[in-house]
Structure formats: C-alpha cells, structure tokens
C-alpha cells in the first residue's frame, strides 16, 4: 500500500492545495475502486477527471473517489474510521480506500475544539455527522445523475460497490460524477439508518496496517529527501537557560560536519549523517546562562501547590449548599491526593524535516496541529502562510506532545542555514528532558454524612497549573479552563450538596495535554475518595456507587456490566478487588482490577473494561484502544514521575521512566456496549480508571490508602 504522503507521490501537495482553494475547503479521501465497471464512454474520453462531488468529496472519471483524512494517525485508527464513515454511505468496502493526509486548511477545522487539531478524543465524534452528510450528499447526486439518464425514479436506485444500480442497468461513479456535480445541491439528504449499515459497527481491517508491515508507512522519522542533511540539536540542561557562548572548533574538525549555528532553542550541529551530527553536537563547549528555574525541583513545586491549595479557587459546580451541609454533618472526611507530572514519552522521539524549493517552505512532520505546525515554520522561516507547506506523516506516538511545535523552528533555521533539506531529530535524552509534562495537582475531597448515614455532601478543591491558559489563552481569558476540571465537573452522584471549584497555580515551567489530561488527575481524586466514603458508610464499593446513580442511567449500566462481568465480590482466593467509574469524551467506562498481594509484592491479574462509547464505527479499533490506554495507565500508575532537581529533569530514559513490560502485563478484557447514542471518544478515556481501580483494589487488600502517585513511590513492586 503506496503512502500519499510519500515524497515521490506523484500529486504535489502545492497541486492539491489549489484543488482545495476550488472546493472551498472540505475533506478528501482517495478510494480506488477494483472491480468496477467501466463503460466505453468512460474509456475513450481521455485522461481521466477528478471532480468534485461536493466540498468533501472528489470522484475520478475513472472511479477513484478521492478524501484526506483531516485527522493525524498516531495509533488511535483514524486512517481506518473516518474513510469507513465515507465508505458507508457510497457502499465501497473500506479495505479499498487509499488515505492522504490533509494539509493546513480551515477546511479541516474540528468543530469541537476550534481548530485543525487531532486530540480530545473528537476524531469520531467531529467526523460522525459531517463525513456521513457529505458522502450521503455524493450519493444522491450520483443517484439522481443516474435516474435523469435513465428516466428511472431516484427512489428505485441505489447505490452498490461503486455503482449506481437500477433493475439491471448498472453505472459506474466515474461515468455520472460530471453529471452529478452540474446538479444543484439535493434537498433533504440523509445518511443512512443504522439497521442499514454494512460497515459501520462490524470489524474492519485497518487501512494502514500494510504499510506498517511492509515498511513503506511513512513517519516523520522515515523521510528521505535528496541531498539532505542531518541536525542535532544542543539544549540546555536546566530548564529555561540560554546559551551565553559556545566553541565549535572540535565539532567543526570532525568528519561529516557542514555547518554549526545558534537556534532559538540551543545549539545545532548539520552533517552528512544523523550519528556524525550528535557526535558533534556532543563535543560543543557550550555555557549556558542559567535561567528562572535554576533553583526549581519537584520539593518547591509540591511546597507552592499545597500552600496555594489554603486559598478558594474559581466555582466551577455549586448543587445546593456543601458548606452547611459540611458543618451539621454528622461524619466528615476529607483527604489530599497528590498526582506527579508526566512525560509523554512517545516512542518516536520529536523530529522534523524542512526543504526550501521554488521560494516556499516545506515541512515534512508528525504534528497533531498542522495549521500550528504551519505557522511556527513560517515565523521561522520568515514567510508568509501560503508559502509554507506541512506534509503530515504518520505518528510514533502523540499522546498529546506533538499538539506542541518547539522542535519545529529549529529544523527550520537549520534548512534556512545549509541551503539543503535538513532533518532535525531529538534523542530520546533530549525529548524526556524537554517535554511539556503533564501537570502536577494537589486535590483536597470533602464529604459529609447525615444521621442516617448517607452521603450529604461533597465538596471537591483543584489545585493545578492551567495548559491551556499557554496554548491557547483567548479561550480561557475569562472561564474556568475546561481541561483543568474533566471528570470533576460532571460528578455523577446523587449528593444532594456538590461544590467544585479549581485553582489556576503555575508551577514555573511549561505543562502540556497528556493523553487524557485532567481526567486521570480528577477520576483518581473522585474515584479514590468514593471507596473511602464507601468504607466510612460502612458500605460494599459497588453497592455504594450503585446507590447513587439511581438517576444516571448509562453511569449505572457500564458500572452494573463490570460488577457481572468481573463477578464482583466472588473473586478467587487470595484476589482482591477495586473498581472506579468516569464518564468523559462522551464515553461511559467502569474498570475493576483484580490484584493479588505479598508483602509489597503486587500482581495484576486483570482488569475487565466496560465501555459505551455510543454507537462503534470499528469494534476492534475500540477494544484495541482501551487496551492500549489500560497499558498506558498502568505503566503511569506503577512507576510514572518527572523529577525536576535544580532545574534538571533527573528522568532521561526509559532505564529510569521505567515502562510496563510484557511478562507484567495482565489479561484485559474489554465489553462494548451496544448503543444508539452518537459515538464518543476512546484515545483517552480508559487510561484515567486505572490508577484508581488499582488503588482501590490495593486497599481491598491491604487496608492502606494510597493518595499519591507512582505506586513505586509507596514500596510497592510488580
């Protein structure tokens, strides 16, 4: 399978952007049609035409149906769902698309997050009514286009593998798709019903899986380009120094080497090879001038967070009255979970190609932000927008780090410099030690009890920095930042007195989206502190929950699912049980671990996953995702923490951000509910139950509370 993003595609990206400009804007898809029918008409009128069937939608004379795929591919099956989503509506099997990557457009704008962004879990849920509608409309303009040539009625055609049929007649697409676009636009489209659907909801094989195996996939690691060179980059090694001078006399001598510049970012060495680049980059004398973090460690962020923790915050939810019903309580609690930063330690480390050719720019990247990805370049490269071009490649990893564009500048005043294409790749070193982490909190969890022994109140404090008051500060200028306060806000628990508020507290270093963001902060604080109020109202974990999701529906099926399904309180001899509950990306999810414990030594034996999601597009994509997002979380829950001593990430590699391994790893099991729900997302959501299902179970085991992340902090070993 040919990548179209491949740099000897025959279809320049420059050629498709003036394509696009025509369509005003929309999604394109490159489906290749095998099989289909071409009439004589159709092979004596010459070179083949694309056209365009509507602003989404382009359609070949000779039956190619072309889409780009708007959202970046780093894993999550988005190469796979969204053409699946086109296929259903012209009934063309999936497996025969061939997928492009969309360029900066604002065409390709995410309707749920204001921008051309891949994250949020939203690929799906942005794409579910758009890409439906817009294929439907293609239909039906086929469809019409076909009935005016015959005299047939439309509602006796169809549409079949790439045909429009009626009775016996048969047309291609490619023979009506000229007639179907002088049409004016249909009235009273619609998209097919679900009893209808021949793919959406039935395992699909994944579009990019033969690539992935052949090795002709392209990554942002894999780009070749003629002539090109190599950079590696110097940065400094406590956060937020410059560089105050620096002799490149040694690096200059040794072989392979053409030039060495100051960035913005450090210092760069360009030669001939990656390995003869580094070499170089590490014999610079380099002095650096320490910058405000010089004296900063996880000790004085943690001691600012606590202390900060004594102030109010900004309301986010206030239900009745907490504060009164807190005072005439008859039993209080409260406790104070602290969550470390991360790393997104994504298996591809940051990286990026820059060419100048014919006065513009092109970047060849794994970004999840191409219109980001587009202005970094050209801020860099001094150009306006239209002169910078962003080839999308596949993603080793995203996780929500390359929603960032600081290694792109560098690449670009390296190409701007050598007068070549340069590729400038991070070592594993410099992208643990210059990650935007995700941020540490400090969450205080109020609650208070009546005479009868209910819940009466709750009361829920979040303390954290704010990502998005850096990313994008316009949108949180005067509201609570929405990425700061998931799976807080929308508490499910029938507590008659609910009071959330949060607390914006900088830590004095940049924080960044890790996938799931606040959600795995919140639903460990949440989730952690209903088993404590549990044990305090002398009540079974899951019958507690239960008890208080009387009017939340979906909340109690996905949590009554896993209560069956783990077989909840008759776990074998010597297991124990935890379970944890969240809702977010308009996804429901319950999680039960099953652990065993001997002294500090912890097994997971497994962890069953119920999940409704709304309606699937491809089952084994879902499933595929909450395990790998279980695996995610595990491995942040056992070991995850970025350590920062003046001003130096102590954490370099994967020997000390220990990850989970294969002969660690428990059985995942992983249920679907069925639904007619529109669809939810599933990138993130099942990362952020592990922690406190694990916990939970933890407790179930050993009495002892755990308020604090990693588990390795607490003794504990696998």
Sequence with gaps: MSHANSVDSPISRRGFLKGAAA?????????????????????????????????????????????????SE??????????????????VPPERIKVEFAPPGDAYINSLLGGQVTGGSTSVRDAWDKLRMAAAEAR?????????????????????????????????????????????????????????YRFIGKPQKRLDTPSKVDGTAQFGIDVRLPDMLYAALAQPPELGATVRSFKADKAQGMPGVRHV??????????????????????????????????????STIYAGLRSAARNNGKEVRNDGNADAALRSAARRLEATYELPMLAHATLEPQNCTVEFKDGACHIYVPTQVQQMAQMAAAKAAGLPLEQVFVHTTFLGGGFGRRLEVDFIPDAVECAKAAGKPVKLLWTREDDMTHDK???????????????????????????????????????????????????????????????????????????????????????????????????????????????LLTEQPRWQAVLDAAARKVRWGQAPQGRYQGIALMSGYDTYLAQVAEISMEGNKLKIHRIVCVVDCGQVVNPDIVMAQAEGSIVFGLTAALWGEVNIENGRVRERNFDSY???????MPAIEVFLMDSDEKPGGMGEPAVALVAPALCNAIYAATKKRIRSLPLAKHGIQV
């Design 23 to 71: 369509a005003s804007g929309g999604l394109i898809v490159a489906i290749h049609l095998p099989g289909c029918g071409r009439s004589d008409r159709s092979a004596s009128s010459g070179p083949p035409k694309v056209v365009e069937a509507n602003a989404w939608l382009r359609i070949g004379t000779d039956n190619s149906i072309t889409v780009l795929c708007d959202r």
């Design 74 to 91: 780093m894993g999550q099956g988005v190469y796979t769902a969204l053409p699946t989503l086109i296929a259903e509506e012209l009934d």
């Design 140 to 196: 039906t303009r086929l469809i019409l286009a076909a009935a005016k040539e015959w005299g047939a009625p439309p509602s006796a055609c169809s549409v079949v593998d790439g045909h429009v049929v009626f009775t016996s007649r048969r047309l291609p697409f490619g023979d009506l798709v000229e007639a179907a676009a002088a049409l004016p636009k249909p009235e009273n489209i619609a998209p097919k019903p679900r009893d209808k």
């Design 261 to 298: 510049l100051q960035t913005s970012s450090g210092v760069a060495v360009i030669a001939d090879s990656w390995w003869q680049a580094k070499q170089a980059r590490d014999a610079l004398e380099i002095q650096w001038a320490p910058g405000p973090n010089a004296r900063l460690s996880n």
């Design 437 to 547: 982490y995700r941020p540490p909190a400090v969450n205080i969890a109020q609650a208070g009890f009546g005479a009868d022994g209910k819940m009466s109140a709750f009361k829920l404090h979040l303390v954290a920095p704010s990502i998005t008051a850096r990313w994008a500060p316009d949108a949180v200028k005067d509201i609570v930042d929405p990425f700061a306060v998931e799976a807080a806000h929308n508490y499910p628990y029938g507590v008659p007195n609910v009071y959330v508020d949060y607390l914006r507290h900088e830590i004095g270093i940049d924080v960044g989206y890790w996938r799931s963001v606040s959600h795995a902060l919140n639903c460990f604080t949440v989730e952690c502190f209903m088993d404590e109020c549990a044990a305090t109202a002398g009540m079974d974990p899951y019958d507690f929950r239960r008890s």
């Design 658 to 664: 220990r990850m989970l391994r294969m002969n660690e």
